[in-house]
């Protein structure tokens, strides 16, 4: 089992803010596939939790139950005079879940719940410039 890393209270606050994300996954040939989707914080558990309408028939969600690697990228553009861009992009192991209680009323209830193991940050903290990394381990 990958060891994950918890995420911080500016990533959490940040991923709080934002519901729309970009999840890549890879098909069975190895090519990459990069979905917007609807993202939530578990948390309890710190995990990201991707959420959606029949979310169980998408190519993702059988792209996950294939190969559990996934990328995924939540920013915005903060300001654009100065132009001042945020974001998260978190790498892990993804699981697709069936039958559970989804993020909002209305979607599937089939989700995919993304455990993060590397995390790079950028723009979230007012105090730091550029890019900070961080890996499980």
Request: net charge negative.
């Amino acid at each position: 089992m990958t060891a994950s890393i918890t995420l911080t209270d500016l990533e959490r606050a940040y991923l709080d803010s934002q519901t729309l994300g970009r999840l890549a996954t890879v098909d069975g040939a190895g090519a990459p596939q990069n979905s917007p989707v609807g993202v939530f914080l578990d948390e309890a558990t710190g995990e990201i939790v991707i959420g959606g309408y029949g979310m169980g028939e998408t190519r993702k969600f059988h792209n996950v139950e294939r190969n559990p690697h996934v990328a995924l990228v939540v920013d915005d553009v903060a300001s654009r005079n100065p132009w001042k861009v945020r974001g998260v992009e978190i790498r892990g192991t993804a699981v697709t879940l069936h039958d559970v209680d989804p993020p909002m009323p209305g979607m599937s209830r089939e989700v995919i719940r993304v455990t993060p193991t590397w995390i790079v940050t950028w723009g979230l903290d007012p105090h730091v410039e550029g890019r900070h990394v961080r890996r499980a381990g």
